[in-house]
């Protein structure tokens, strides 16, 4: 069922994202250093799979099969040439999805970092980034997003360029951001949530807040230090699903789905608006995240 971002804020109501969408895939049968955005072309089922299972569990805000769906990312499958091809499949899939769901559903075109760094801690342009975001944008908006959704950002003018080429490409469309707080509550690059805060309200993005990271502690923090700083804005809770350990060389989350009902009362009335999960989740977390918020 369509609608629109504000309709879903203006409720008053906490609003529930989806949770991990690799997770499911290696399930699935995608193995290790296989592109998860080629299976928008060859797996087009499975994909909509996904979405369908975290819609049925209450997911308002479902995330397009495009994380690493640039084409800095794509370069390591030797896929570069394909991105605006993936990108615009993956949307299409979200968008029959979204619109067929019994509930109000929006689709967010998920836009990761390039994996590459900027100068001067690496060789990428600042300009290059902003021109490979604005290529995948781009292919979002014209497959059918509602919104356009940069997460898991370490380096603040890595998220400006994601903005930039954003805007370029899709200026119709809003934004929302997250950063990934891993490193004893800062990013990878030092960037404190409060850091964070200042800069990302800057960009005029309609929501904002952390995702992935080292578990649920480390996502209430950051959302209880972002809410201090500004009581109105729109905050998004993304924890993985626990924190992972190793079983035969393979990454195996400790939370439970009840584990992660708590979590999501507990970042609701921290001040997070926008609730949902990231590695290690499946429709199961979400739907206790659903039920939990009831």
């Excluded at 998860?36 to 369908?52: K, Q, S, T, Y």
């Excluded at 975290?54 to 640039?70: H, P, S």
């Excluded at 930039?164 to 990934?180: D, W, Y």
Aim: glycine residues 10%.
């Amino acid at each position: 069922m369509k609608t629109t971002f504000q309709d879903l804020i203006s409720s008053g109501k906490p609003v529930i994202a989806d949770g991990a969408m690799g997770t499911i895939l290696f399930e699935l049968g995608l193995t290790q250093g296989d592109s998860p955005e080629l299976w928008n072309v060859e797996h087009p089922d499975r994909i909509r799979n996904v979405h369908r299972a975290y819609i049925e569990a209450g997911a308002q805000i479902i995330l397009t099969n495009t994380f690493g769906c640039n084409r800095y990312r794509l370069k390591l499958h030797k896929l570069s040439d394909r991105a605006i091809e993936f990108n615009q499949a993956a949307a299409s899939l979200a968008r029959t999805e979204a619109d067929e769901a019994p509930q109000p559903v929006i689709v967010a075109g998920d836009m990761g970092p390039t994996g590459s760094l900027l100068k001067p801690y690496g060789d990428m342009e600042f300009d290059d980034a902003v021109s490979a975001f604005a290529e995948q944008a781009g292919a979002l908006a014209e497959g059918g997003v509602d919104i356009l959704w940069i997460e898991t950002m370490s380096d603040l003018e890595e998220v400006r360029a994601a903005v930039e080429g954003a805007r370029r490409a899709a200026p119709q469309l809003p934004l929302v951001t997250t950063m990934t707080f891993d490193t004893n509550g800062r990013t990878m690059f030092g960037v404190t949530p409060e850091r964070a805060f200042e800069v990302l309200i800057g960009f005029d993005v309609v929501a904002l807040g952390g995702n992935c990271g080292n578990g649920i502690e480390e996502i209430e923090t950051v959302v209880s230090k972002m809410h201090a700083l500004g009581k109105n804005a729109v905050l998004i809770a993304k924890a993985n699903a626990g924190v992972p350990h190793l079983e035969a060389g393979v990454p195996v989350y400790d939370a439970a789905p009840s584990d992660m009902g708590r979590y999501a009362v507990r970042v609701r009335n921290l001040g997070a608006t926008i609730i949902g999960a990231c590695c290690g989740s499946t429709p199961d977390h979400i739907r206790a995240i659903a039920e939990a918020l009831k």
